[in-house]
């Protein structure tokens, strides 16, 4: 297959009448599409992403056993915007993101209903302080990573798993401030990008990530110890009985020093732990690795959504079984009521940026099956108001009350003078902001890793209420980190063997 000769669609006819004649809008997407039945999403990455110092690729498994139907796979972005107090931009991260998004008036097209292309990229926990000032407060930054990081991109890889395609996806933009725009130079040059990503796709040669010797026993350590932790239960169980919060959510992060390339723990999480949301982000100096199973912010046609999970019992190994303990999860009292209390914080901040008479549970504790666990897990949904944007909805349900707490400013306030550190990634936002200005979708960066200069660092938390038992509570943030240390383990191990057998075979 010659990808200089693959078809462009839609012709440049169609772009001219959308921006001249009907003045729709000024960035259309336009593209090319392959067959995929050869060519994984891991495949496709490596392929685009080699030279590259961004990169990202996008997964979603639904239910713990169903592929969505898109991933999304991106390299070289035209701009990235890292925001932070050691950057060059600094303050609310989503005002800088609003600035570069809002030269787009996005044209989407019915061949391609999805996101073809915006910003890709994390907001950190502590990027609350922008949103909620009250709670700015100093904290050792032990991380030293951006407070964001947005990879804008306009030509990536969109993965169909119903069709076995791939659209390679570049945009015709037409600024407004360009004067007259020769459309067919900007046409063809669109279509050039995306014929010269196709030919990255279809090469027969897959990179494999550089990995370097692996050392096995590589040992975790915690910043806050069994005996810290479980001392933030205590004294968040004694503001719960003075009044000052219903529930807090404490965090405990471990760091594990490892040479397992990123890429290599990432194909290894997909298969432990296929989540609805799953993510491999390269942002140059840091990489994030994550299998989150909740939204945190979705807007769909001006439409919010605001997903909430509490509750939580483990898969059982037969079908039988899974019913049995579902049913025994919606029956207990202290999750039921975890779950109102959140669903009732959910509501509460959709209902901030929505039309009241339009804010609805559109569905109420629901029993979920995920991959290793079943989840209680109810959806909050509201239509914007006027005046209000998807930046403005993202700014009110961050972070969420799943990662924070009730009543959620008072909660994080507390959590803050107790943990004394920025949290990082963890309990952010993991996600896309479209070029169309009423489409986004992220989730929260939980069950998440951050590689930095050779270590991985690991976080959970866990809610507190009054009944909240210190051991029992320290042993749930453990299990919750399970599923990526387990990755961890079995990758370099993997990677461990290979190597060794390699040696022998040299030797021999």
Not at 80 to 108: F, H, R
Not at 369 to 376: A, D, E, M, Q, W
């Amino acid at each position: 297959m010659d990808p200089s000769k693959l078809t462009a669609y839609p012709p440049l006819e169609t772009i001219e009448r959308l921006i001249n004649v009907e003045k729709r809008g000024n960035c259309i997407p336009v593209y090319v599409e392959l067959p995929a039945d050869l060519v994984t999403p891991c495949m496709a990455y490596l392929r685009i992403a080699k030279d590259s110092k961004y990169s990202f690729l996008l997964e979603s498994v639904i239910g713990g056993e169903n592929v969505a139907r898109y991933s999304f796979i991106g390299a070289d972005p035209f701009k990235v915007i890292k925001t932070g107090p050691n950057e060059e931009t600094t303050g609310d991260p989503m005002i800088a993101l609003q600035k570069e998004l809002a030269l787009y008036q996005y044209v989407q097209l019915p061949e391609v209903p999805t996101f073809t292309g915006g910003a890709i990229g994390y907001v950190s926990y502590d990027c609350i302080r922008y949103f909620e000032p009250r709670t700015a407060t100093d904290l050792r930054d032990t991380l030293q990573i951006p407070e964001a990081v947005f990879m804008l991109v306009d030509t990536l890889l969109i993965y169909d798993h119903m069709f076995q395609t791939v659209k390679v996806v570049s945009h015709v933009f037409a600024p407004k401030n360009a004067g007259k725009v020769n459309l067919a130079f900007v046409y063809n040059t669109a279509v050039a990008k995306a014929r010269r990503l196709a030919k990255s796709v279809l090469s027969a040669n897959t990179p494999e990530p550089p990995q370097p010797p692996i050392t096995l026993g590589a040992e975790s350590v915690s910043n806050v110890g069994k005996e810290g932790y479980e001392g933030f239960v205590t004294r968040l169980k004694e503001h719960i009985v003075a009044g000052d919060i219903i529930q807090a959510v404490p965090s405990q992060r471990l760091a594990r020093p490892t040479a397992l390339h990123p890429f290599n723990a990432y194909r290894r999480l997909r298969q432990v732990n296929p989540s609805p949301y799953m993510f491999f982000l390269d942002c140059g100096d840091l990489q994030i690795v994550g299998a989150s199973p909740e939204t945190l912010c979705k807007v769909e046609k001006n439409i919010v959504y605001n997903h909430a999970i509490a509750g939580t019992t483990k898969r059982g190994k037969t079908p039988e079984e899974d019913e049995k303990l579902g049913a025994e999860l919606l029956a207990s009292e202290k999750d039921r009521a975890e779950h109102i209390m959140l669903v009732d914080l959910a509501r509460n901040d959709v209902n901030r940026v929505c039309q009241p008479a339009t804010v609805k549970v559109d569905h109420l504790m629901n029993v979920e099956k995920f991959s290793h666990v079943i989840h209680l897990t109810s959806q909050v949904s509201g239509h914007l108001r006027e005046g209000q944007t998807r930046f403005d909805a993202f700014r009110s349900i961050f972070p969420v009350g799943t990662v924070s707490g009730a009543p959620k400013i008072k909660a994080i306030e507390i959590i803050s003078s107790l943990e004394q550190e920025r949290r990082g990634v963890y309990a952010g936002a993991v996600g896309r902001f479209d070029f169309a200005d009423d489409a986004m979708d992220t989730c929260i960066a939980i069950r998440t890793m951050t590689f930095k200069d050779g270590v991985a660092y690991l976080q959970a938390g866990g809610g507190i209420v009054y009944d909240s038992v210190e051991e029992d509570e320290y042993v749930e943030t453990l299990n919750k980190l399970k599923a990526n240390v387990r990755a961890l383990e079995e990758a370099e191990r993997y990677w461990f063997n290979l190597q060794q057998n390699q040696t022998k075979s040299i030797i021999a």
